[in-house]
Structure formats: structure tokens, C-alpha cells
């Protein structure tokens, strides 16, 4: 379950707590959105202080309506750099640890495009959105060290495309925009494709490739430290 702020809300954090109370019962998971493009200020609850404090409050209320619910954070792919060091040390942090990231939402980047509809606000999500998203993915996992589990989501329509970001840092993968364009049929096709993948890298379990791209760069850090 999303859980968000009313876009002319006066108390953001008294929205999400809410929604905790009232869907937490229903929920396989719950997740902290503070990255829509389309309810002004949500992003804002992406920096340091708003998140912890934002997390913190969630987290309380949500280990006394549905302690064994996982919670989960979703950001943006339009970070810079110091926002995701700001993240990953809050959802690091023993005060507003989270269970896991959703990265990323849509872009309000229309970098690349050239349909006349471009100039459209808004988030966009698809192909436009596919390596921003694995980018973020990566180094979110990196900042992270691998300890949050991280769900991939921006641009996945082939086997390819889930397992590039697979290999970023992604133990999830989900899907939005294939859904509209290619059907129900695109997660048989991905499943499918990704087996084919993983048959000729000589990977016998998933897992294996979660991180693969910088497993050497994280050992080369932990030995040095």
C-alpha cells in the first residue's frame, strides 16, 4: 500500500500516519512515497531531517498497528548526489532504519525527448526513465552497502532490462508502464527472457546477481577499512 500527502495537506506526517492506521491491517507492505512529481512539496520530504522525522513517526505507528508489515521508502531518480547520501544514511541509521527502497519514481526530466508533448508537467515513467532509474538503483546500493533491499522500477519491458538492474542492486524488480503497452503476457515474456539470461551467464540463483556489478568494488572498500 502507497502511502503519500494530501496535496494541500497541512500535516504531511499526520496523512501518512493515517493511512498506516487505516490500510496497515490490509497490507503486504507499506511504503513511505515521498517522490511523486505531481503533489507539490512531496519531494521536499526527501531531505535529511523531513525523512528521518517522517520515518520515525511511520515506524512507531506502524510497529503498533502491524509490527511484521515491512516498510519501505520510494524516491525519486532526480536526486543529486548529496540528497542520496542523505538517504542512505537515514535509512541506515538504527533510529529510521526501513526495510527496504523503492527506487525510483518518475522523472520530471524530459532530457532526450522529442515529441511535442515533452513540454507536458508531470512525472514520466517508460523507456524515457530506464537508466536514470538503474543509475539510481546503483548507487543507492552502493551508498547502502548492499544492507537495503532495494525494489527496481522505471523502464523495464524485456529480460534485459530487469536483469540490468538486477546487477545494479535490485532484489525485486517491478513493473508499471510495460503493463500498458505490452499486457499481462510482458511478465511471463520478462520471466522467460531473464531465465535465458542468467542459463547462459552460468548464474544457478538469482541472487547470485543482485549487486554483481560492484560485488569487487564493496570488498575492495570493506578490506580497507
Known sequence: INLGKNKTSADA???YVLGVERFGDLADYLVINV???NTPGLR???GKENLSNLIQEVVKHRDIK???VPLLVKIAPDLTSQDKEDIASTVL???SRVDGLIVSNTTVSREGLESKHSVETGGLSGKPLREKSTQTIADMY???NGEIPIIGVGGVGSGQDAYEKICAGASLIQLYSALVFQGPPVVTKIRRELQEILEKEGISN???AVGSAHKNKIKNENSAT
Open 93 to 95: 541509521d538504527s533510529k
Open 142 to 144: 552502493l551508498l547502502t
Open 206 to 208: 538469482i541472487s547470485q
Open 35 to 37: 517522490s511523486s512529481p
Open 13 to 15: 506526517i499526520g496523512d
Open 44 to 46: 521536499s520530504l526527501q
Open 66 to 68: 502491524c509490527p511484521k
